[in-house]
C-alpha cells in the first residue's frame, strides 16, 4: 500500500520541473523536451486517480491513452517544423526566430 | 515485500525520477538533457509498476522511450552546428521562472491537499483484468469510440503534416532537372 499523495506530489513536482524547462531553455528542442515531463506528468495524475477509484469507469485510462497518442502527434509535427525551421534560418534558438512578431 | 521494504524502493524511485528530470532540464548539452529523460520516463514506468497497472507502464517504455525520445535525439544530432555555439551561454532568466515554478507549486499543493481521498493509499496488486476492459471502452460506439476514432485521425493528421513540414521541396525540384 503506497499512500496516495505522494504519487499526487510527484506528479505536482515533474509538472513544475517541466514547466521550469520550459521557461529557461534556449532552444526549440528543449522546450519540447520540457513539454513532455509535463504530458507524463498530467499522465500520472490520470492514472492514480482512476486506480485510487472503484476503476469501474474507464474515462482515466481512456484519457490516459489518448494523451500517449497525443503526445506523439505533437511531438512529431514540432520536431518537423523545427527541422523545416532550421533548413532555411540555421538555427533553433527561439529568441532568434521571431519573423512574425516583425 | 515488507512494507518498509516497498517504501524504500518507491522513494528511491521518486528520487531518480525527479533527479533525473531536474538534470535534464538544466543540462547544458541537449543530448545529455535527452538520456536524462529517457531515464526519467523509465523510472515512470516503474511508477505504473507500482500502481499495479503493468500494461501501461509497457505503453510508457515503448511510446516515450522508443519513439519520443528517440525522434528528439534523431532531431537534436540533425540541429546539432546551431546548439554548439549556444553551449556556453547559460539558461535564460532563471529566478523568473524559479519564482513562476514556485507558484505554481504551491497552488498545485494546496489545491491537492483539499481532495477528500488525499489520505488514502493505493494497493500495489496488478489489475491485468482491466485491460480487457479498456479494450472495450475504447472501441465501443456508445463509450469512447469516437474519442478512438479521433485519435486516429490526429495520427494520420500528424504523419501527414510531419512528411509536408519536413519535405525539402526546392531540393526535390532540384533533382527533378
Partial sequence: MIPFAWYLLIAAALFCIGLFGVLTRRSAIGILLGLEFMLNAVNINFLAFWRAGTMQAMSGAVFSVIIFAVAAAEVAVGLAIIISVYRSRRTVVVAEISDLKE | ?177
Fill in chain 2, 1 to 177: 515485500m515488507p512494507l518498509n521494504l516497498l517504501y524504500a524502493v518507491f522513494i528511491f524511485n521518486a528520487i531518480v525520477i525527479l533527479g533525473s528530470a531536474i538534470c535534464s532540464v538544466t543540462a547544458r548539452n541537449l543530448i545529455h538533457a535527452a538520456l536524462w529523460m529517457v531515464l526519467s520516463f523509465f523510472s515512470i514506468a516503474i511508477l505504473f509498476v507500482f500502481m499495479g497497472i503493468g500494461f501501461f507502464a509497457v505503453i510508457q517504455i515503448t511510446i516515450y522511450i522508443g519513439a519520443i525520445a528517440v525522434l528528439i535525439l534523431f532531431a537534436i544530432m540533425l540541429t546539432r552546428r546551431s546548439m554548439q555555439e549556444q553551449e556556453d551561454k547559460r539558461l535564460k532568466n532563471v529566478w523568473v521562472a524559479l519564482l513562476a515554478v514556485g507558484g505554481v507549486l504551491t497552488v498545485l499543493v494546496m489545491t491537492l491537499r483539499q481532495i477528500p481521498i488525499f489520505g488514502e493509499s493505493i494497493s500495489t496488486t496488478q489489475v491485468d483484468e482491466m485491460v480487457p476492459a479498456l479494450g472495450k471502452a475504447l472501441t465501443e460506439p456508445a463509450q469512447y469510440g469516437l474519442l478512438f476514432e479521433l485519435a486516429s485521425v490526429l495520427l494520420l493528421a500528424a504523419l501527414i503534416g510531419a512528411i509536408y513540414l519536413a519535405f525539402d521541396r526546392k531540393k526535390a525540384e532540384g533533382e527533378e532537372k
